[in-house]
């Protein structure tokens, strides 16, 4: 063992026994205690969830190459952490990207409702769970078109 590795042991040890052993267990269970698999990660707010309701996020022109899966019904685009679809019916819907389940950026559209990749969880088109890992829910965002121009709103 090199010099320095001895001296930054003993500086480390120095370290814990001066802040006392209760600091140094809370200090390494909230490092451990954050890796445990049992633990459901905390949500992550979506975008604009500060925002009062209907605030505007963006704006897609529907006649853009950007918008070109939205020209079609089933088809879905991502934008800025939403998840921008055309219904089958053909009106136009939001969500955020971000799975309730273990907020990962795995929402899609596919077959009329929200789908997450990572797990499986199904969402209807107002954000309610379709199955167990869609029990939380998923966040749904306003939309509105005018003159050619889709609005995503809180």
Partial sequence: MGGATIIRRMERQKFLKSIGIGAAFALTYGCLGA????????????NGSNLPSNTPLFTIDLNSTEASELSKDGGFMIKDDVVIAKSLS???????????HESR??????????????HGARFDQSGIGLNNFGT???????TQVADNLLTILT
Avoid at 90 to 100: P, Q
């Fill in 35 to 46: 890796c445990s698999k049992d633990e459901k990660p905390p949500f992550i707010a979506p």
């Fill in 105 to 118: 950026k795995e929402i899609t559209f596919q077959e009329n409702e929200f789908f997450c990749g990572a």
């Fill in 136 to 142: 939380g829910g998923l966040k749904i965002y306003n």
């Fill in 90 to 100: 053909g009106a136009y819907l939001a969500a955020t990207v971000i799975c309730s």
